[in-house]
């Protein structure tokens, strides 16, 4: 196993641009270690980014919150700079030890349909940016995840971080994970939801959900269903239902049933846009 | 008493506090000391035809296959039915078939990676119901059943399930085995409950006496049951692979091994039919009790026996009929874990005995009061309750603590978040069933030394629940000693007798009460001025040429009568009483059940050290309430689903409510200073308490542990379909 | 070489850096009090403390042990911490312990540094990444909250 610990991003870029082996990135170690330890990845090149400093930490910007992609879930659920429901589902990652390692770049990277950040990410319309040597791009949280335990990252890149636009005043939003017991868990579905109601009507809704489909989803659907109606009980329960039915494609499997899924997402659903 | 009922300090406390506690895998390394991993089956039944050696170098490693075994390949137990390593029929996921040692772990996993067992697969059997293979059958009859049901007007039914439960001590089996040394002693240490069913393993594997075969207890991480039998297993292969390298071999399994290969609790199936008068007295009860014994006989047995006695819960009933069977599948054979087929059963009739008081209309308070079991009754053996029955008061002060009695229970509720609480009522019997004990004849032997201090030597071990504190208070009372003059010595085949396994509820009220008598014995040779510290009495009395030796043998209580064909008579030498109340809240959104508060009101005799029998109970009742709602252990063609600690669940923290534990002391005549076991009897009744406190928050009737989300869910939406987003597809 | 503090004193190992730091503290430095329950961070047995947060040794790479403080549960002595999970019964077969231990020293640790509340919640949250099967939990949490009321005079 080749391994590399660049100390700056400019290193860490250059060794991703040479590497003749596809790399392995290492955050916090927290997904990779077990892969490794399992037999499941048996990776030629590791590149430990844990040491790069440009990684790490939140900053205000103009119109939104910069992520670092290091960023641990304990940092983020203990900075007030951190949008509410992003807390709320840093909060829920593992337990203390875990949350300590933990990171939001990690998260996104792994690509894993149960990821409990990255519903909130696609339900705050976040952006993540890539570094390479010859170049950063922006995609959205949702662009940048394409399918299970995949993303748009290339080789040479790494996720820089994550940007969240400022929230508007009026906004709600809302998070549930549902998980197999109350800490320490993966998440049986996780879902994420941030809307606007003007009057009675909704005027933006954006929603992400985790564990209910072969990678983390958005929900065009429910917004189809809800956005510029009114928000009557019968219409939120109408467009869960909806969504439930066309925007998850849950399976059985050793945490959960298909039909729990979509049922209790349809109910969380409810929950999340009544509160 | 002066220690027992007062705090001893546990022996081996600090230590664990600060990490000096040695494990099995804390043994440092010896310098030659090799790797031992398993050969397993991926397959659940079918013929081994032969084990192929792909691309490696084997003269780097040993390989020991069945046909390497100098004694009988068997694993001796109940039964000879399972083998050490197979021979010929797999019979279960994860069979062992070949082992091997190695200097390291990377040249054991390329080797293990290069055998390649052929199998011709067999039709495998999962479900019990048509299993052909039984393993065990035990009757219980009382009375005329028949005739009562002849005559009846009402008939309660009821058909409960209990899926299996994973042990989930936190330390993995591991053993390390030395090898034989010139005159053949092989020795083995590990984490183990009882030394000597390891020793009788390993006599049987290598053909040797008992003193060439040593068995040495670490500290260990926890049993529960799982290092009942299991470690025997693990000690045979280590021995083996010992013997054929010539090294020091240690096997320290990984969760993921640990929780594919290792035993777990047996599920069950049980029927009622019970008769039952209007006021709701109990006229008969005929009980069908199944359990999935998985591949081999093992323990299942022992375990259905416990079940079957235990099935017509603590109640008084004058027709009983019991019909148990185990039965063999191709899963991997279930085994001993706290409650020993009994949690299955409570469950059961705890549920029914609710169902009975909803049919008609009565308190579930009132029934248990209607029917339980008081001193002077008899039980479904016709066991005459003589003394310590505490079965009154322990319903009396949980309800005087919780007031259940004037609770509305099943009252029809509204909101998304629904309260509910709900009641247990069970007993456990203490030690081993019928004429157990006075077969084993469990033996303690206590040694005054010159400086006056006496040496405990017992068979039991200490696998954290308490037994060094426990049998350090009862010896420095028995002896009218201070604590610092007693030593427990280290669990040793080469050092301590056999006083029976460390099961069953048994160590304290029986090993614990040999030694006390031995003690007693040792304080009147010594004799002497009370006024006088008892270590300068006894330093004379040893210096002075006394005899410093005492050894007790268990004898039952006289008049204890078991017949063990009719499965009539005295099953235990007392019971242990016990009351849950458990309130939950359901989310009719996620169908997840917390609980919010929970109870137990124990009757445990004699409490010798209070805070160690309240800890025993809070972790005996915490293991309930998991395997209740979210400890799920699932096989899928034969092989456990839930492999890994991130799908295997317990509770945290956090999934546990502040348990409140009162005490009921009802002295038993035959037990050191009153005491009777306590270790299992907590597992019995949180899984049916939750149940019950779930159907009068949701009114769903809750008839199969764990009782998930997902079963929730299904229950509910089959009871509201107008509450259904989607139509349940089944 | 991989140089970091280990219980206060300066250490330097020879270990690969995708050695999991468990590992290194069990087998090359024969810190065997630290134990491994899974594997995988689910049970928290070999919790330590670095840079004074607590973490899964068993997830950490070597790697990222370079120029940290690492603490673990030898370099805690027989302490504060250690006297009430004695007293209160906070220790049974102990295997957890030394991760408890660990967590708690963390957690109150964390606590007098920021002013966060110590009680019953968030004694249970702390320690949520700790599985204990023997205890039920109710004297560990005990034992936390009286060494929290007495870490002052330690």
Known sequence: MKFDKPRSLGEALSILADAELEPHLLAGGTDLLVEI????????????????????????????????????????????????ILRDAAWEVGAEQIRNRATIGGNLGTASPAADLTPVLFALGATVRLCARRGDRDLSARQFITGYRSNALRPSELIHSVWIPDRPDDERRAFRKVGTRRAQSISKLV???????????????RGGAGSVAPRTIDLPVLTREILGRRCTPERIAHAA??????????????????????????????DLLSR | MRHVGNRVARPEGPAKV?????????????????????????????????????????????????????????????VDDQPILCADTVRHVEEPIALVAAPDQGTLCAALDALEPRIDPLEPVFDAERSQDVQSEISIDKGDVDATFEGATRIVEGEYHTDSQEQLYIETQGMIADPPTADGTITVRGSLQCPHYVQKALRRAFAVPPEKARVVQCETGGGFGGKEDYPSVVACHAALLAHASGHRVRMVYDRNEDLLATPKRHPSRVRHRTVVADDGTLLAMDIDVLLDGGAYTTLSPVVLSRGVIHAAGAYRCDNIRIRGRVVGTNHVPYGAFRGFGAPQVCFAIERQMDRIAASLGIHPVVIRQRNMLRLGDRTATSQLLKESVGSEEVLRRILAHTGFDRHEWRKERSGNKRRGVGLSFFYHGAGFTGSGEEMLKGKVTVELDDDGCALVRAGSTEIGQGKNAMFTA??????????????????????????????????????????????????????????????????????????????ETYGSPPGLQWDQNAYRGDAYPVFGWAADVAEVEVDLTTF?????????????????????????????????????????????????????????????????????VLLV?????????????????????????????????????????????????????????????FEAKR | MIQFRLNGEAVSVDAHPMARLLSVLRRDLRLTGTKEGCGEGECGACSVVVDGKVVNSCLIP???????????????????????FLAEGGTQCGICTPGMIMATRAFLEDAEATGAAIDEDSVRAALAGNLCRCTGYGKIVAAVLAAARTEGDA
């Not at chain 2, 009862?474 to 427990?488: K, M, N, R, V």
């Open chain 1, 37 to 84: 330890d399992t037999g499941r990845t048996a990776p030629p090149h590791v590149v430990d980014i844990w040491g790069i400093p440009e990684l790490h930490g939140i900053q205000r910007e103009a119109e939104g919150v910069r992520i670092g992609s290091l960023t641990t879930c304990t940092e983020l659920y203990r900075d007030a700079r951190t949008p509410d």
């Open chain 3, 62 to 84: 070597m790697s990222q042990i370079d120029g940290t403080e690492v603490l673990t549960i030898e370099g805690s002595g027989h302490a504060n911490i250690q006297d009430h």
């Open chain 2, 592 to 660: 997840d059940v917390e609980i919010v508060r929970f109870v137990t009101c124990v009757d445990v005799g004699h409490a010798i050290q209070p805070q160690i029998v309240e800890g025993q109970i809070e972790g005996g009742t915490l293991q309930s309430i998991g395997w209740s709602h979210i400890e799920v252990m699932t096989a899928e063609n034969g092989r456990f689903r839930q492999d890994r600690l991130a799908t295997c669940i317990i509770p945290t923290s956090l999934d546990t409510p502040p348990i409140d």
């Open chain 2, 18 to 78: 600060e990490g000096r506690a040695v494990y099995v895998d804390d043994i440092p390394r010896a310098k030659d000391e090799w790797v031992g991993g398993t050969l397993r089956s991926p397959v659940a039944h079918g013929k081994l035809r032969c084990i192929e050696r792909g691309d490696f170098d084997f003269s780097r490693v040993v390989v020991v296959t069945a046909e390497d075994i100098p004694g009988d390949n068997v694993q001796a137990l109940i």
């Open chain 2, 665 to 725: 002391e009802e002295p038993f005549s035959n037990g050191p200073f009153g005491a009777k076991g306590v270790g299992e009897l907590p597992m019995d009744g949180g899984a049916p308490a939750i149940a019950s406190a779930i159907e009068d928050a949701i009114g769903v009737h809750v008839t199969h542990v764990p009782a998930t989300p997902e079963r929730l869910l299904e229950a509910w939406l089959e009871a509201h379909p107008d509450d259904a987003f």
């Open chain 1, 191 to 205: 879902v994420a939801v941030a809307f606007r109601i003007e009057g009675e009507v909704v005027i933006a809704c």
């Open chain 1, 241 to 270: 239902r909806m969504s439930a039915a066309l925007d998850c494609a849950p399976v059985d499997d050793v945490r959960s049933t298909a039909l729990y899924r979509r049922e209790v997402f349809a109910r969380v659903l409810v």
């Open chain 2, 474 to 551: 009862i010896a420095a009372d028995a002896l009218g000693a201070e604590p610092d003059a007693i030593t427990i010595v280290d669990p040793d085949t080469a050092a301590v007798p056999d006083s029976g396994p460390t099961v069953a509820s048994r160590t304290c009220m029986i090993v614990g009460g040999c030694l006390d008598k031995a003690c007693r014995t040792l304080a009147d040779r010594v004799g002497g001025d009370p006024n006088t510290p008892f270590r300068e009495r006894a330093s004379a009395f040893v210096r002075g040429g006394g005899d410093a030796v005492a050894t």
